[in-house]
């Protein structure tokens, strides 16, 4: 009997220890909670972003995945940017539109990297194409034209802090001129992996000049561009995207491989190679237009054991 009456005794003990266990643990893990949503708000402001994947604690980790090795026609945004800047002109001109402000580029930037997009250059798009490289899932192409200061003080520490990729279109005969980035700063960026492109000498409009002219526009920023750089330049963009059967005929005859237009648009293929449409990101433009424009990614596979 006083066996049995123990037996009574310890059970209760030993029920009222886990409950008290299960207590603390279940504060714990609320304290835990709380603290990692503290250090990962909510974004507050701009296009819904994609909440990361819930893991848990013995989840393997996922495989890098690319996109489907020779898929084409491929669907990779070339994004088109202008002036990184606070536009001095007023909303609806042409300067205002061109502008986009240095804060909503960081947020752009941010929006980007925190939806999983991969920021590439041309080479490895054009690679990809004649199927010599892979491309990483939901690649992005950044691009900006003509080559203003503000690329080099304002846009690129951005582009450094997330570790993108991009290409610079540089008019090799404005290059030191007030507004513009240097030869030296060419060099620079070059060096640091942002992809040098040509964008004529002076900014012309392709379509209208003479021919002579037209081939001096296109063979000599070329030409300019490598003798700063030491290696050849490949990328070509019509200024104004303005182009025709002649202005790409030259294109192809000074050795450029590929060439982008102001056509909207995000379909590349090699066929199309020398009129690559690009998506214009304007000044004041909403996060989540900026997110809708990219279009549905290109199907992605696995990597890795």
């Given at each position: 009997?006083?066996r049995?009456?123990?037996?009574?005794?310890?059970?209760?003990?030993?029920?009222?220890?886990?409950?008290?266990?299960i207590g603390?643990?279940?504060?714990?893990?609320?304290?835990?909670?709380?603290q990692?949503?503290a250090?990962?708000p909510?974004p507050?402001?701009?296009?819904?972003?994609?909440?990361?994947?819930?893991v848990?604690?013995?989840?393997?980790?996922?495989?890098?995945?690319?996109?489907?090795?020779?898929?084409?026609?491929?669907?990779?945004?070339?994004?088109?940017?202008?002036?990184?800047?606070v536009?001095?002109?007023?909303?609806?001109?042409?300067?205002?539109?061109?502008?986009?402000?240095?804060?909503?580029?960081?947020?752009?930037?941010?929006w980007?990297?925190?939806?999983?997009?991969?920021?590439?250059?041309?080479r490895?798009?054009?690679?990809?194409?004649?199927?010599?490289?892979?491309?990483?899932?939901?690649?992005?192409?950044?691009?900006f034209?003509?080559?203003?200061a503000d690329?080099?003080?304002?846009?690129?520490?951005?582009?450094?802090?997330?570790?993108f990729?991009?290409v610079?279109?540089?008019?090799?005969?404005?290059?030191g001129t007030?507004?513009?980035?240097?030869?030296?700063?060419?060099?620079?960026?070059?060096h640091?992996?942002i992809?040098?492109?040509?964008?004529?000498?002076?900014?012309?409009?392709?379509?209208?000049?003479?021919?002579?002219?037209?081939?001096?526009?296109?063979?000599?920023?070329?030409?300019?561009?490598?003798?700063?750089?030491?290696?050849?330049?490949?990328?070509?963009?019509?200024?104004?995207?303005r182009?025709?059967?002649?202005?790409?005929?030259?294109?192809q005859?000074?050795?450029?491989?590929?060439?982008?237009?102001?056509q909207?648009?995000?379909?590349?293929s090699?066929?199309n190679?020398?009129?690559?449409?690009?998506?214009?990101?304007e000044?004041?433009?909403?996060?989540?237009?900026f997110g809708?424009?990219?279009?549905?990614p290109?199907p992605?596979?696995?990597?890795?054991?």
């Amino acid at each position: 009997m006083m066996r049995a009456a123990a037996a009574v005794v310890v059970a209760i003990v030993l029920a009222a220890i886990g409950a008290d266990r299960i207590g603390l643990l279940s504060r714990w893990q609320s304290g835990q909670g709380g603290q990692v949503a503290a250090h990962h708000p909510s974004p507050s402001t701009g296009a819904r972003l994609e909440p990361p994947p819930s893991v848990s604690p013995n989840a393997t980790p996922s495989r890098p995945e690319i996109v489907v090795p020779g898929h084409s026609p491929l669907h990779v945004p070339v994004l088109m940017y202008h002036y990184i800047r606070v536009a001095r002109e007023p909303r609806g001109t042409v300067g205002y539109n061109l502008s986009v402000t240095p804060d909503d580029f960081r947020a752009q930037m941010d929006w980007l990297a925190q939806n999983g997009y991969h920021a590439v250059t041309l080479r490895a798009l054009s690679a990809y194409l004649a199927k010599q490289g892979n491309l990483p899932s939901r690649p992005v192409v950044l691009t900006f034209d003509d080559g203003y200061a503000d690329f080099y003080s304002v846009a690129w520490p951005v582009l450094r802090q997330h570790q993108f990729a991009a290409v610079s279109y540089v008019v090799s005969g404005f290059l030191g001129t007030p507004g513009y980035i240097t030869a030296e700063q060419v060099a620079e960026l070059d060096h640091a992996g942002i992809e040098i492109g040509a964008h004529t000498v002076t900014h012309v409009d392709l379509t209208t000049v003479q021919a002579a002219e037209v081939g001096h526009q296109v063979a000599d920023s070329k030409s300019a561009l490598e003798q700063i750089l030491n290696h050849p330049v490949l990328d070509f963009c019509y200024p104004s995207g303005r182009h025709n059967a002649a202005v790409v005929k030259a294109v192809q005859a000074a050795g450029f491989d590929t060439a982008t237009t102001t056509q909207f648009g995000t379909a590349e293929s090699t066929d199309n190679r020398y009129v690559w449409p690009r998506v214009r990101v304007e000044g004041g433009e909403p996060l989540a237009r900026f997110g809708q424009n990219l279009g549905a990614p290109d199907p992605t596979v696995g990597t890795g054991p």
